[in-house]
T-cell receptor, first 111, second 117 residues
Framework: NAGVTQTPKFRILKIGQSMTLQCAQD?????MYWYRQDPGMGLKLIYY???????DKGEVPNGYNVSRSTTEDFPLRLELAAPSQTSVYFC??????????FGPGTRLTVT | AQKITQTQPGMFVQEKEAVTLDCTYD???????LFWYKQPSSGEMIFLIY??????QNATEGRYSLNFQKARKSANLVISASQLGDSAMYFC??????????????FGTGTRLKVLA
């Protein structure tokens, strides 16, 4: 049982480049989330999804886009990367009943 | 608006002693969940304990217990018999419930706990 997987683990982008952070879960969870964690800080919600085809903005959505075409996958797209997007990105999923299951995170540096 | 507040940026505790990490919350949703997560220096998020807003008893999981005081809107984490491996960042989180239909989570800023030998 893989749980929540994220790729890549690390990435360095140049300013203005774009990339997609991949997230997949094999627990058949309807709810999926993307967070960013800046150094020494808590997690801030970027986007979330309550099911395939349904997404909504979180606290810090600017500069990001998401899609949810299947229950399993929830990719996060960064367009025109900026240094302010240097962070650790976590994907998570949950059923309604309990805890969020987190992926291992992607450490992104924009230079 | 929903809010989670952790007022202790850092805490020290002697090994084998108990420690309480504070968390207060604010929400207008009558149904919500409260969670604590541990983040060691390796970076992963580890679920520790959960308390539902309608649960009558405080949640316990091994050495972890959640001191839930609904009227005061507090959900403090108590770690008994601290171990060196408990040194980590601890986050309190709240999940909106079915009333809002979103099941969004918000996280506090965290408390860094250092256990001293």
């Amino acid at each position: 049982n893989a749980g929540v997987t994220q790729t890549p683990k690390f990435r360095i982008l140049k300013i203005g480049q774009s990339m997609t952070l991949q997230c997949a879960q094999d627990m058949n969870h309807n709810y999926m989330y993307w967070y960013r964690q800046d150094p020494g800080m808590g997690l801030k919600l970027i986007y979330y999804s309550v099911g395939a085809g349904i997404t909504d903005k979180g606290e810090v959505p600017n500069g990001y886009n998401v899609s949810r075409s299947t229950t399993e996958d929830f990719p996060l797209r960064l367009e025109l990367a900026a240094p302010s997007q240097t962070s650790v990105y976590f994907c998570a999923s949950t059923d309604r009943a309990g805890e969020q299951y987190f992926g291992p995170g992607t450490r992104l540096t924009v230079t | 608006a929903q809010k989670i507040t952790q007022t202790q940026p850092g805490m020290f505790v002697q090994e084998k002693e108990a420690v309480t990490l504070d968390c207060t919350y604010d929400t207008s949703d009558p149904s919500y969940g409260l969670f604590w997560y541990k983040q060691p220096s390796s970076g992963e998020m580890i679920f520790l304990i959960y308390q539902g807003s309608y649960d009558q008893q405080n949640a316990t999981e091994g050495r972890y217990s959640l001191n839930f005081q609904k009227a005061r809107k507090s959900a403090n984490l108590v770690i008994s018999a601290s171990q060196l491996g408990d040194s980590a960042m601890y986050f309190c989180a709240m999940r909106e419930g079915p009333t809002s239909g979103t099941y969004k989570y918000i996280f506090g800023t965290g408390t860094r706990l250092k256990v001293l030998a």
